[in-house]
């Protein structure tokens, strides 16, 4: 069967619950992604989003990369990123690359809470990039010190994760039938019941 963008971007809705964001029900990570660069104003609407997010001492230990399709530094994060992923990844029209301080400004002691942080404001990224119809894809396959190198990035900063981001495309045009099986699979999470609790190994009464 034959899968167009729109049908499998219905498929991975997560379960709608009245009251919760649209956003979040319609955030999924997709590797097929459309030629279309993003739209104007889109990536700093993103950014807005995520640098909104709580920090630890309001430090905001984030920094982002961002390449745009043909230039060095998505040349440079596609070339870190492990073969599996730059089979799909290198036709995002933009690659982030989330790094964290890794020490607070204000008295230089350890900021334990740095790559927290910058997982925060990296979801609120993504449900921004959702709520404005666009894709985003994590990713955690790439060489760390790869990255590092090729990009300079200062010793104090941790490398987080690389986000793919861009318009959804269709399955077809993914490198392989494995990649595509996986891209019109039904998604699933853990019941509420596993993950939140009221004491350890007793499911919380929600209500
Ligand atoms: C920190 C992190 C690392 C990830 N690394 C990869 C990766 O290297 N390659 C990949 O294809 N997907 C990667 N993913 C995507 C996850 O597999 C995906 O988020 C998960 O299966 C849940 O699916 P969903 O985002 O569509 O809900 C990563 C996601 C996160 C948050």
Redesign the pocket.
């Known amino acids: 069967m034959t899968w167009s963008a729109e049908a499998v971007d219905e498929l991975?809705l997560a379960p709608t619950m009245e009251g919760v964001l649209p956003a979040i029900h319609r955030?999924?990570?997709?590797?097929a992604f459309d030629k279309h660069d993003v739209a104007a104003g889109d990536l700093t609407r993103l950014f807005e989003a995520a640098r909104w997010a709580p920090s630890s001492y309001n430090e905001q230990p984030w920094r982002f990369l961002v390449g745009h399709r043909g230039t060095a530094t998505h040349q440079k994060i596609v070339s870190s990123l492990?073969p599996?992923?730059q089979l799909?990844a290198a036709q995002a029209p933009v690659l982030i690359l989330g790094t964290a301080k890794t020490h607070f400004s204000h008295d230089g002691s350890e900021n334990i809470y740095a790559f927290y942080d910058l997982?925060a404001a990296t979801a609120l990224l993504t449900v921004q990039a959702a709520a404005l119809g666009l894709a985003t894809?994590?990713?955690?396959?790439?060489d760390h010190e790869a990255a590092r190198h090729a990009l300079e990035i200062p010793d104090d900063f941790l490398i987080?994760?690389v986000t793919a981001l861009g318009y959804l495309g269709d399955p077809a045009t993914l490198a392989n039938e494995r990649m595509i099986a996986q891209e019109v699979a039904p998604?699933t999470r853990r019941p509420l019941s596993e993950i939140v609790l009221s004491a350890w190994g007793e499911p919380a009464r929600l209500g």
Do not use: L, Y
């Not at 955030?27 to 590797?31: L, T, V």
């Not at 894809?137 to 790439?142: A, D, I, P, R």
């Open positions: 991975k955030r999924w990570s997709p590797r492990i599996f992923n799909w997982g894809h994590q990713m955690g396959g790439f987080g994760s998604r």
